[in-house]
Structures are given as structure tokens and as C-alpha cells.
T-cell receptor, first 112, second 111 residues
Framework: DAGITQSPRHKVTETGTPVTLRCHQT?????MYWYRQDPGHGLRLIHY???????DKGEVSDGYSVSRSKTEDFLLTLESATSSQTSVYFC???????????FGPGTRLTVL | AQSVAQPEDQVNVAEGNPLTVKCTYS??????LFWYVQYPNRGLQFLLK??????LVKGSYGFEAEFNKSQTSFHLKKPSALVSDSALYFC?????????FGAGTRLTVKP
């Protein structure tokens, strides 16, 4: 999966608890992305990063925050998880000269 | 904003028959278009892209896609389907630093 790992791969949590998902890349790519995948919606962008400490919001950013303190890691945090955030979360990377993105294996999050 | 649409939720074909998975786009300017495939419990895998040049683009696993500007379409095709091609297929368009995805089409190839 293009030198991208995500952790954890599966998580079950309760409403109101904080959750952090991690994306780690070994490609030294500049751009990193967090998407969520839900049936009937395809993939929707949550946040993305265009460099260390440089991030921007995507289409469905409410309830999520991100941080990127080093090139290889991009963290997605749900400050207070809700059942509507039950989803599969994918990280993706893109090199500066590339047009396509490459995806990690995904994290399945269930909020009870 | 750029967008793509996949008009079919499900496509069924018999093994050995040609397959087509449809995608239409709506963009301002020249489109950068992509196809991805997702197998169960896996991330998305890049299949092919159209940036410029020939309207027929060849990609991985014997897939190709035809860019049609007049019909604003970018349909994915394969001359002879395999059972192992059964998966979820996504069309996407680049939108600045982002990428917009269609809702996906589930392809089932029956023996």
C-alpha cells in the first residue's frame, strides 16, 4: 500500500470519548489526506496537509482536527466521538509532482 | 467545484464479456481524471489517469478508459472481464490540491 500505514486498523469506542488515528508514510511525500468512506457517498475529504504544520479543511471537517508535526505523520483527532463518525477512515499521500493519490489500508472506527 | 458522477450503483457482467463502468464529469477548465479500485477490506488502488494527450488511456490489470470531451465522460473498460475484477470502482477528479470521488460502482463478474 505505497508505504503508508494506518493505526489502529480497527477501533470501537463510546460516544463522547476522544479518538486519534495515525497515518504514517515512508515516501517523504508533501501532501497527506484524511478521508472517510460511507456507503452511497464514496470518499469525502476531512482535512489535508500540504506540509509540516500546514493543514486545511475539507468537505466534512466538522468534529475533526488534524496535526502534522513531521513529514511522515498525519494525525486525525475526534475530540468527542459521535455515532455519526462511525466510518472507515483512509489516509492518502501525494508527491508534489504527482497527480494521483495513494491510499493506506484504512481504519474501521465504530462509535457506540 | 469539480465533480464526477457514477450513474450505476451496480454492474453485472459474465466472465469473458467486455465490461464498462461509467463516469461523467463536471469541471471548469481541463479535467484531471482518475479511476481507482477497492477490493474488500482494502484501501483504494490507483488504476489509471487522464491528464492530457490520447483520449484512450491504458492502466493496470488490462483496464483502459476513454476520455470523451463532448460527452464529458471517462468510462472505464476492459475487453474481457475476469471474476477477480469483482470490486468497487471509483472515478475521481482533481480539484486543486484535493480530489473529488464518485459514489462508486460495484462490479460483479459472474463465472
Amino acid at each position: 500500500d505505497a508505504g503508508i500505514t494506518q493505526s489502529p486498523r480497527h477501533k470501537v469506542t463510546e460516544t463522547g470519548t476522544p479518538v486519534t488515528l495515525r497515518c504514517h508514510q515512508t515516501e517523504n511525500h508533501r501532501y497527506m489526506y484524511w478521508y472517510r468512506q460511507d456507503p452511497g457517498h464514496g470518499l469525502r475529504l476531512i482535512h489535508y496537509s500540504y506540509g509540516v504544520k500546514d493543514t486545511d479543511k475539507g468537505e466534512v471537517s466538522d468534529g475533526y482536527s488534524v496535526s502534522r508535526s513531521k513529514t511522515e505523520d498525519f494525525l486525525l483527532t475526534l475530540e468527542s466521538a459521535t455515532s455519526s463518525q462511525t466510518s472507515v477512515y483512509f489516509c492518502a499521500i501525494r508527491g508534489l509532482a504527482d497527480n494521483e493519490q495513494f491510499f493506506g489500508p484504512g481504519t474501521r472506527l465504530t462509535v457506540l | 467545484a469539480q465533480s464526477v458522477a457514477q450513474p450505476e450503483d451496480q454492474v453485472n457482467v459474465a466472465e469473458g464479456n467486455p465490461l464498462t463502468v461509467k463516469c461523467t464529469y463536471s469541471v471548469s477548465g481541463n479535467p484531471y481524471l482518475f479511476w481507482y479500485v477497492q477490493y474488500p477490506n482494502r484501501g483504494l488502488q490507483f488504476l489509471l489517469k487522464y491528464i492530457t494527450g490520447d483520449n484512450l488511456v491504458k492502466g493496470s490489470y488490462g483496464f483502459e478508459a476513454e476520455f470523451n470531451k463532448s460527452q464529458t465522460s471517462f468510462h472505464l473498460k476492459k475487453p474481457s472481464a475476469l471474476v477477480s475484477d469483482s470490486a468497487l470502482y471509483f472515478c475521481a477528479v482533481r480539484d486543486g490540491n484535493d480530489m473529488r470521488f464518485g459514489a462508486g460502482t460495484r462490479l460483479t463478474v459472474k463465472p
